[in-house]
């Protein structure tokens, strides 16, 4: 079901009609709607913890059938790719292979013009390209940073794994580092606390990659869902989080900081040990 709650919140924080479609996993034509039919309305964030999703869809469009999972199988994009190259394979031969597939495994296939449409999609998120601009403070990018470093216990001499949590301001390349003995949900959580304590303030959108304590994949793993807690940490600092999608590194622009061996000499950064 289409996420009318969360539109109608970004919009209140004042984000683009683009940033709030990627945000929320709809097309922004999607989000024009809503937002014009509430609009008209006068539907407006904030709202009552009653008014969910499935009421919105009612009040907003009571006419239209509420949005459901398509439960379609999806086609396995990176085997198309291939077999496009090869010569006299078409998109209608690789349709037809692909029911087959779909009615030997008892599942519901696309039609073809849904097929042909994913097949685009899939070809522009793998070519192309553009620079966005980002103004100061408006965005902050967050990951865990790759392997873990290492601290030595000075009585033992033990080596204690230490994994760095990572969130740099987009416009500057401001970051800030902060290690933790594991990457589970509470110290995601309390890494965002402490950053946004470093910074001084909170950013307008974060961004982070698919790490499993920020976005939940569902079966289909073309679709992104938001963990819930990291969903309510955000409403509560009115923030947005709009993951990068998956596999596509050029909307991850940290290359310098995540992932960079030269992070582990901690002297280059501030850097604290959460236990």
Known sequence: MTKYREILRLASLGLSQQSIADSCGVSKKTV?????????MGICWPLDANETDAVLADRLFPSAPKQAASGRKMPDFNY????????????????????????????????????CYHIQQDEQKRNATMHIGRNPGEQVEVDWAGDPAYITDPDTGEMIPAWLFVGVMTYRQYPFVEAFINEKQRA?????VHMYEYFGGVARILVPDNTKTAVVHNKN????????VYHEMAEHYNTAIIPARVRAPKDYRQKSIIGNPGLKSVNTVDFRLDI
């Not at 024009?32 to 008209?40: D, G, H, M, T």
């Not at 010569?87 to 597939?101: A, F, Q, R, S």
Request: with cysteine; proline share 2%; net charge positive.
């Open 221 to 228: 793993w073309y679709t992104q869902e938001l963990n819930a």
């Open 80 to 115: 198309i790719q291939k077999e496009l190259l090869r010569n006299g394979v078409n998109k209608k031969l690789l349709w037809t292979e692909y029911l087959v597939e779909c009615r030997q495994s008892g599942e519901e296939p696309l039609m073809y013009s849904q097929f």
């Open 188 to 192: 995601w959580i309390t890494a965002h």
């Open 32 to 40: 024009n709607r809503v937002l014009k039919r509430a609009k008209e």
